[in-house]
C-alpha cells in the first residue's frame, strides 16, 4: 500500500533552516509528481511546493519562493524541502502529498510539526 513518511520537523528560531524528508514506499515513486502542503492552525491546508515525477519542473507558493527548495531523490524514494529564512508564519504541520503538481493530490504522509519561535 501507499506510504509517505515525513520526517525533519521540529522547533527553529526565526531565521533558521530545516530539512524535511518524505520516504516513500508502496508505489512506483518515478512515475509521479510529489508536493509539500502545509496547514496552520486555523487555516486550510495549502500548497508549499510541488516538483515533477523526473524533477524538471518544481512550483512554489508565492509566500516560500527563494527561500523554500523542493527536491527528490529517485532512486532513494525521497521527496525533500529544505526551508531557509523561516519566519513565524511558516510554523505549520508539513504534509507530503504523492501528486499535486498536475492533478490533486490523492495520498497524504502523517504530518511533520514545524514550529519557528524565539
Known amino acids: 500500500q501507499v506510504q509517505l513518511v515525513e520526517s525533519g520537523g521540529g522547533l527553529v528560531q526565526p531565521g533558521g533552516s530545516l530539512r524535511l524528508s518524505c520516504a516513500a514506499s508502496g508505489f512506483t515513486f518515478r512515475s509521479f509528481s510529489m508536493s509539500w502542503y502545509r496547514q496552520a492552525p486555523g487555516k486550510e491546508r495549502e500548497l508549499v511546493a510541488a516538483?515533477?515525477?523526473?524533477?524538471?519542473?518544481?512550483k512554489y507558493a508565492d509566500s516560500v519562493k527563494g527561500r523554500f527548495t523542493i527536491s527528490r531523490d529517485n532512486v532513494a524514494n525521497t521527496v525533500y524541502l529544505q526551508m531557509n529564512s523561516l519566519n513565524t508564519e511558516d510554523t505549520a504541520v508539513y504534509y507530503c502529498?504523492?501528486?499535486?503538481?498536475?492533478?490533486?493530490?490523492?495520498?497524504w504522509g502523517q504530518g511533520t510539526q514545524v514550529t519557528v519561535s524565539s
Open positions: 516538483i515533477t515525477s523526473t524533477g524538471s519542473s518544481t
Open positions: 502529498g504523492r501528486r499535486g503538481y498536475y492533478y490533486p493530490v490523492g495520498y
